[in-house]
């Protein structure tokens, strides 16, 4: 198999206010299907991530504040990987948007800078720069 493009679908519990959350976390709602709308995309750049209003795969958020160690598998939503130039940028721009951080930017050993933030339905974001980038 030669993949020519992978689109995550995460289930939300509502996508108007997850439309919201995104275009807080920088991306843009890029479409909507239904009436009332329960599908739709955000964009940012090439990358796009569809929404699916109570289906498609699970969600959960734990009452954990973090979710780096080894206790971060009680989020029942999905964990996704989102690769940026600048993750200190992006950790300010959450903080003044309100978005939940759960880790705050560090160097990790495994030679990433890296950030999570988590989404309403427990969907947690590692936003990362590989170090040797710089």
Do not use: Y
Request: glycine share 12%; aromatic share 10%.
């Amino acid at each position: 198999m030669l993949a020519k493009r992978l689109t995550p679908i995460l289930n939300v519990s509502n996508i108007q206010e997850s439309f919201a959350w995104f275009e807080k976390l920088g991306w843009k709602k890029g479409w909507d299907w239904g009436s009332p709308p329960s599908f739709g995309g955000v964009c940012s750049g090439e990358c796009e991530i569809f929404l699916c209003q109570d289906g498609q795969g699970g969600r959960g958020k734990s009452s954990l504040e973090t979710t780096h160690g080894f206790d971060d598998d009680q989020d029942g939503g999905v964990w996704m990987s989102i690769w940026v130039d600048d993750v200190d940028t992006i950790h300010q721009r959450c903080l003044e948007q309100g978005l939940e951080v759960t880790w705050p930017p560090t160097d990790e050993p495994w030679g990433v800078r890296e950030m999570h933030v988590r989404h309403p339905d427990g969907h947690v974001f590692r936003i990362s720069k590989g170090i040797e980038e710089d």
